[in-house]
């Protein structure tokens, strides 16, 4: 049970941008950093955005992540057909003694 | 290289253990914090538990408190995770992943629990 809630799906042809959204709460989203993961097809989960919009070294400035108040985005620019992926958002959650809350989960087809 | 390897996994009974493994290398292991992140079967990603870099904190999703158990020997630069009582809803690809917040992840061990 998802406390991070995203659509389920997004398209877009090759050369599109595409946003993802994340919705959360003050308890996560709105009092920590949200993370981006990209799960290729038969693929581990790999890390795509930190700390609400910065991107590991050998992630493609294609991929920018935002936020604001308890809800974050994800916007992928210049649509390649190998960006068709899940992506999950991810955050900490304050409540509960801490627990590591992963978003629900957007399939994009390019 | 950040290299992750998670060995352990197969075929359980319901009620049954298994103990995972998730060898480390490449990177000071003993510096890191270190999760388990599950995947059921054409299912979304799921958090299992966390450690910090000296075992002082630790933390549980609700569904594994009391049956799951973390840890980690920093000598041996492994990570560990201990599952007994396992229960039908556990079948799952099981990764570990390096930090707080999973910065760099293993290729995952499934975990099948069926009579």
């Known amino acids: 049970q998802s406390v991070l809630t995203q659509p389920p799906s997004a398209s877009g042809t090759p050369g599109q941008r595409v946003t993802i959204s994340c919705s959360g709460s003050s308890s996560n989203i709105g009092s920590n950093y949200v993370y981006w993961y990209q799960q290729l097809p038969g693929t581990a989960p790999k890390l795509l955005i930190y700390r609400d919009n910065e991107r590991p070294s050998g992630v493609p400035d294609r991929f920018s992540g935002s936020k604001s108040g308890t809800s974050a985005s994800l916007a992928i620019s210049g649509l390649r057909s190998d960006d068709e992926a899940d992506y999950y958002c991810?955050?900490?959650?304050?409540?509960?003694?801490?627990?590591?809350?992963f978003g629900t989960g957007t399939k994009v087809t390019v | 290289e950040v290299q992750l390897v998670e060995t352990g996994g197969g075929l359980v009974q319901p009620g049954g253990s298994l103990r995972l493994s998730c060898a480390a290398s490449g990177f000071t292991f003993s510096n890191y914090n270190m999760n388990w992140v599950r995947q059921a079967p054409g299912k979304g990603l799921e958090w299992v538990s966390y450690?910090?870099?000296?075992?002082?904190?630790?933390h549980y999703t609700d569904s594994v408190k009391g049956r799951f158990t973390i840890s980690r020997d920093n000598a041996q630069n492994s990570l560990f995770l201990q599952m007994n009582s396992l229960r039908d809803e556990d079948t799952a690809v099981y990764y570990c992943c390096q930090g707080g917040s999973c910065d760099t992840w293993g290729q995952g061990t499934l975990v099948t629990v069926s009579s």
């Open positions: 450690i910090s870099s000296s075992s002082s904190t630790i």
């Open positions: 991810a955050a900490w959650d304050d409540s509960l003694s801490g627990r590591f809350v």
